[in-house]
């Protein structure tokens, strides 16, 4: 199976930065630029790109994150200005494809690489400082249009211009923007996402430990 469906608008790596955060120093690699050329994909990282914070926002189920060119789009209608690639913190900036709607352990070819759909991005108070917005945070969780987190799972290039090619889709209806809302409005899904193997293991310890609360609850 195979269905091309969008393309590479832009590729975006940055280094950790440090800034100041209600009187204490902070650092944050959610400052990304556009790069040209290609860009290698190995382990946990595109080349050039460093997560300041792996525990929230690297490792090997957060390689790489992913946003479409449409939801920026439609970010900037919603806040009057318009949005760069890069801007969100997103290292892939895609068009043609509905990340959001991506279902989890979903494979796509771009460029040499593979990547595997893994998580929705949660945000957090970076992403605040990042926008000059403190309540962008709260804005991104209400509009369920998270973009996602992308395993390496065939290493290689990719650059600017390269086809989004799904290869891959698994055989449930659980998508990224599913778990995002399940995990920040309802609680109620949990056990959804513990009937996914491709969810990663710290996923699946908090589905676990919602459905357990959620049984005691009732």
């Known amino acids: 199976m195979s269905e091309n469906l969008g393309k590479v608008i832009s590729i975006n790596v940055g280094l950790p930065t440090e800034f100041e955060y209600k009187g204490r120093k902070a650092k944050s690699a959610i400052w990304k630029n556009p790069v040209s050329g290609k860009i290698f994909a190995r382990g946990?990282?595109?080349e050039g790109?460093?997560?300041?914070?792996?525990?929230?926002?690297?490792?090997?189920?957060?390689?790489?994150?992913?946003?479409?060119?449409?939801d920026l789009t439609w970010w900037g209608n919603e806040i009057g200005r318009d949005i760069k690639p890069g801007e969100l913190g997103e290292n892939l900036t895609l068009k043609g494809i509905s990340v959001n709607d991506a279902l989890i352990g979903e494979r796509w070819k771009v460029g040499e690489v593979t990547l595997e759909v893994s998580e929705p991005r949660i945000p957090c108070w970076r992403l605040?400082?990042?926008?000059?917005?403190?309540?962008?945070?709260?804005?991104f969780t209400k509009a369920l249009r998270p973009g996602?987190?992308?395993?390496?799972?065939?290493?290689?290039?990719?650059?600017?211009?390269?086809?989004?090619?799904?290869?891959?889709?698994?055989?449930h209806a659980l998508s990224?923007?599913?778990?995002?809302?399940?995990?920040?409005?309802?609680?109620?899904?949990?056990?959804?996402?513990?009937?996914?193997?491709?969810?990663?293991?710290?996923w699946k310890s908090w589905a676990n430990k919602t459905v357990q609360k959620n049984k005691f609850d009732s």
């Open 148 to 171: 996602a987190y992308l395993r390496i799972v065939q290493e290689g290039s990719v650059e600017k211009g390269n086809s989004v090619e799904i290869i891959e889709k698994p055989d």
């Open 44 to 46: 946990i990282n595109l």
């Open 49 to 70: 790109d460093v997560q300041a914070d792996r525990e929230a926002h690297g490792g090997y189920d957060k390689a790489v994150y992913a946003y479409a060119i449409e």
């Open 176 to 202: 990224v923007r599913d778990v995002f809302e399940i995990y920040t409005q309802t609680h109620t899904n949990a056990n959804r996402i513990l009937e996914v193997s491709k969810m990663s293991d710290a």
């Open 128 to 139: 605040g400082v990042r926008m000059k917005d403190k309540t962008f945070p709260r804005k």
